[in-house]
């Protein structure tokens, strides 16, 4: 590791978006086809080239005249013409209307030279090979005339026009294919960070690999804000390899994005590259999370240096590079505010603006409730199971369960979901929702399902143990056999205390889960609870996951891990039965009315949900 | 033309939405690539194959010591480990942590084996091939466990998840490449009309051709309401023709639009294939514009008629059928309704349901003001021109001026235009706004302006003549040449009167232009106005368009025609000067501090704008 760098003077948020605001739109013009303009800002004014419709038309289905041969016509004085032919439209006038007659006509046909009027079929009766009109019309009556819907020479659209369905339409109806429109903004995307993997490729998890995130959710980002992503892959996070990349993306972009290497741990790499190659003009942003971002140019190219963790490089990426590129682009903002109120309490002791993520949830009143879903900036999933953002002064520090807050959802199309289920992970309940769209099932254990219970968040809680709840309405209960999922190694275990003895390294669940309660009270039961603990290795080493001991062993990390009988058959891995455990769905009073609980009940009514599952019994 | 066919018992606008409702979603499913998933909706649960990390991560930078070594460590009391070697994030430990040792470890790197827990390095001191740590730590301190993020075995998204930027991160995360999604539904879209020619080919102007608007506005629609266009082209309006087309689609899609033939008039073509061949489930829907709107199916395939005018068929795909394509694709309506004030009254006779299309504008304080624009359902220009639409109940006579209105708008990205000008149709008002973005010049002719201007809908209106107004505020005065456009046969003509005397064909403009009023003040100087106006052939073929009356004489439709110097020099044809005519541009008094009119005001300051226009000349 280099020596440490510590941030400069940190700015505001707003100091830092403005000096994004402050780099030049490119000015680029694209001549692209009509039919995939939607959306795309015009480039120039648009001046028609003709008029349409290029003809005199007949706006009614009737009887083009000349209008000097229905004077005195009305419903007591017919007058008769003779009819010398029919137009429909598309069809060419075969020659001059003659006085005292009258030609059949369509909406939209060519008025024949000589007529002047239409009168419209209602108001006269046909007479085999001659018309009686009942209408005195005079001339133009129901004519449209050429250039009546768009002049020519007339400028039709502005330049800046955003283009949509019926402006489209427009340039069509002047006959045209193509239309210059401003070029998307090139913004490359650059990740950095030697544990870095693409997806879709194979992780060493020895070497701490992990796969990279951020270029999938800024490359969809910038496409959100009407720009073009450009993507540069994973780099090292080494110096010159950053220089090179980030040059070929100067070269070829923008502006330039990267993520990571801005950290002190890092080396602040990337400030560096941009401090002694480039222009800085921000280093540290006073805003939580997202601190360490970078804003400058690199060989004249505008460049962002986003934080590393995905969720703060989304983040920041919102917050200060979106409005920039949906300025440049003429997009609009993918957002839309609503308001609701906090379910349980937040508080902070550090000073920092902060944007908060939440989960939405409607409560049995159809009223909207906010919960923070943060799990640390490092995890992916505190972003994808949120809905939006509480923005928090600096100056707050507690925000009160039941108070009023204002939530940016992320996107306009997002809806909170039909069914929010909390607690223990358990296969059974997971092929329950299987078949139900729009679920969240958020499996953190089943003191927090009581918990969000509790707290009045979770629709339905996933609960372990035989004892009903007070503050809920039980849907059904099933039972799962769990115990002790076991590699070849460790065959010869056949007990909890065979497994102290020996040299078994176990993998536990951790204390929120209701496996592990299930364990716990096991061993409480036998003479020396605590001296059985110490002995056995591994009890301390708890992972999250219903799955996860029993993928450790798979993979030859552990020989022994806490887990159910479904994931050992599923894995192919031996079982020694420990228990069977009941498990709970409980719904929250006032939720039994919601459509995703409703469907809910219907599955559980039919106990073939566990069918296929080891070790499940419908109670 | 066939019999007329009168449209059968009308169904409520709500019914027919109805009947299109439900028809059945189509649910292939496709598999993509995740970078291009955004907006796309989930077709099955995804369940992560791997925990996230797949190791035990150092969740800050620091030391990795086994916590036990730390037991008893405080500010003063330092416990001193040697460094045994330092890991950096994607970097595999050498080998397991010693007792009282420790290793220099970085955020997002493996714990190595052996350690249970970080110091982070602000709790430390390095000295040399030691640290010094002042704080005990229990285990688990600063270690994120494998599975922490995302747990293997957890169903990480619901099917019918509408994907977004931070959920294709989470795929990411769990390696994925490509994802499930629903795929879009193909819709066929078909017009009928034997008028129509495809943008970018020729018109036939006295054939009555017209080129074909609704494949591109349906299709851009389509698109817009999350489905995929399929175009089958301009169909002749003959049975076996569309027949054919339809059959084709039908085979081919989830859904056929077609639009024309859906009238009396063409036959009602569409509806008797339908009828006949298909299920017909409405004909006729109580709504203005739209009536003549088919749903049925054909040979299974759901379909939809809808009218041929392009506004009408835009308007009902939006009002009927979107909502359904929308929910089939998890699509957010682009769409928002904002409050508004009517500018001008409205009036109705006939009680029919109806979509008025209105203009937006802000008013000098800042309020959004409605105005209708509707010049007929078969002007393209009615919905380009216009922001949203107000929806009117079929029992609404009368709105009146200054009404409030809620105003559904076109699209969320729409702003009501920075300048809205209104008037005569001037190519040197043209050339200063054409530099100035999101300006909106309706060149309804001057009378119309000084009405807009009165009504309190324009910015600036476009007068000619030589008197102020008390209503508004003089911008900049210019003036411009004016006479007959002439063609080489009537390279003779030197005077109105030799006009009126030979064989010549003139057109006119219409009454509401300041140019006509400038032609018919000098007509009116002659000693028989009337006599002279009547010995003019042409004299009531009024055109709307400053250049249409020239553009005519250029085609060899006419002879000579009401014009500017200016288009005389552009189309290169002969010109008669019959006067010189002041045109002045005139804000709203309430509207000088916009600032699309202050740009203006910047242009008009620069009599540069009128270079390179013949007979022009700033005053």
Redesign the interface.
């Known amino acids: ?1 280099t020596e ?1 760098q510590e941030l400069r003077e940190l700015v505001a948020p707003e100091d830092a978006r403005e000096a994004i605001a402050a780099f030049e739109a490119p000015d680029r013009v694209v001549t692209i086809p ?2 995939s ?3 795309r800002v015009l480039a120039e ?1 648009i ?1 028609a080239p ?6 005199d ?1 007949a ?1 009614m ?1 009737g009887y083009a005249v000349r209008a000097t041969d229905t004077t005195g016509a009305g419903e007591t004085h017919l007058v008769e013409l003779s009819i010398s032919g ?8 075969a020659g001059h209307l003659e006085p005292e007659t009258a030609i ?1 006509i ?5 008025l024949p030279p000589g007529a ?1 009027a239409v009168v419209k ?1 209602e108001r006269t009766e046909r007479r085999g090979e001659t018309v009686a009109v009942e209408q005195a019309v005079p ?2 009556t129901n004519v ?19 283009l ?14 193509t239309v210059p429109v401003r070029a998307r903004p090139d913004v490359g995307v650059i990740s950095t ?4 993997v693409a ?2 490729t194979d ?19 910038v ?2 804000a009407g720009a073009k992503p450009v ?1 540069y892959g994973t780099v ?2 080494d110096e010159d390899a950053i220089r090179e990349t980030v040059q070929r993306a100067a070269d070829a972009c923008d502006l330039v994005l990267t993520s990571g290497s801005t ?4 080396g602040d790499m990337l400030y560096r590259i941009v401090a002694e190659d480039g222009e800085l003009s921000v280093h540290g942003v006073a805003i939580k999370p997202g601190k360490p971002t970078v804003v400058g140019r690199y060989d004249g190219t505008p460049l962002v240096g986003l934080p ?1 963790y ?1 969720v703060s490089a ?1 983040s920041i990426f919102r917050l200060l590079v979106a409005p920039t590129l949906r300025r440049w682009t ?3 903002r993918d957002t839309k505010t609503v308001d609701a109120r906090l379910a349980v309490e937040e508080r902070y002791a550090e000073g920092r603006h902060r944007a908060l993520p939440v989960g939405l949830i409607r409560d049995g009143a159809d009223e909207l409730l906010a919960y923070p879903v943060d ?2 900036s ?4 505190s ?2 199971y ?1 809905d939006g953002v509480v923005e928090m002064a600096a100056d707050t520090r507690v925000l009160s369960a039941g108070e009023a807050v204002t939530v940016e959802r ?5 809806r909170p ?1 039909a069914l929010l289920a909390v607690g223990e ?1 358990d ?1 059974g309940f ?1 092929a329950a ?9 958020r ?1 953190i254990g089943a003191r927090g399902g009581a918990r969000w219970l509790r707290d009045g968040i979770a629709d339905v809680a996933v609960l372990t143990g035989d004892t009903d709840r007070e503050d809920g309405q039980t849907l059904a209960t099933w039972t799962r056999e769990w115990g002790l999922v076991r590699s070849a190694d460790a065959a010869d275990v056949e007990s909890i205390e065979e497994l102290a003895v020996g040299d078994y390294r176990l993998v536990n669940r ?1 204390r929120e889960s209701g496996l592990r309660a299930a364990f716990d009270a096991v061993i409480d039961e036998r003479s020396d609870p605590e001296a059985l603990r110490d002995a056995i290795d591994g009890y ?9 001991p029993a ?2 062993v798979a993979r030859g990390d552990a020989d022994v891990g806490l887990g159910l009988r479904s ?1 050992a058959s599923d894995l192919g891995l031996a079982f020694l039965p420990l228990g069977t455990q009941r498990v709970r769905a409980v719904a929250a009073t006032d939720r039994t009315g919601k459509s995703g609980v409703a469907s809910l009940v219907r599955t559980l009514d039919d106990a073939s949900f566990l069918a296929g599952l080891d070790g499940y019994a419908s109670d």
């Open positions: 590791m440490r009509v039919e303009a939607s959306g004014p001046t003709i008029d349409v419709p290029g003809f038309r706006a289905d029919s137009l429909a439209a598309g069809q060419q006038p059949e369509a909406t939209g046909a060519v002047d079929v001339p133009g449209a005339p050429a250039g009546s819907d768009v002049a020519a020479g007339d400028r039709t659209l502005s330049g800046g026009t955003r949509a369905p019926r402006t489209l339409g427009l340039l069509s109806a002047i006959g045209r294919e960070g030697a544990e870095l997806p879709g992780l060493d998890h020895a070497a701490g690999q992990i796969y990279d995130v951020n270029e999938t959710t800024l490359s969809s980002a496409r959100a993507p090292e996070d950290s002190a741990g890092s590393g995905p989304l003429g997009t609009d799990r640390g490092g995890a992916t999933t972003l994808a949120a992320f996107s306009t199309a997002d979901p992970s296969p997971a929702i299987a078949g139900i769209d729009a679920t969240r099932y499996t951790d301390d080493v708890a992972v999250p996951g219903v799955e996860s993928r450790r994931t």
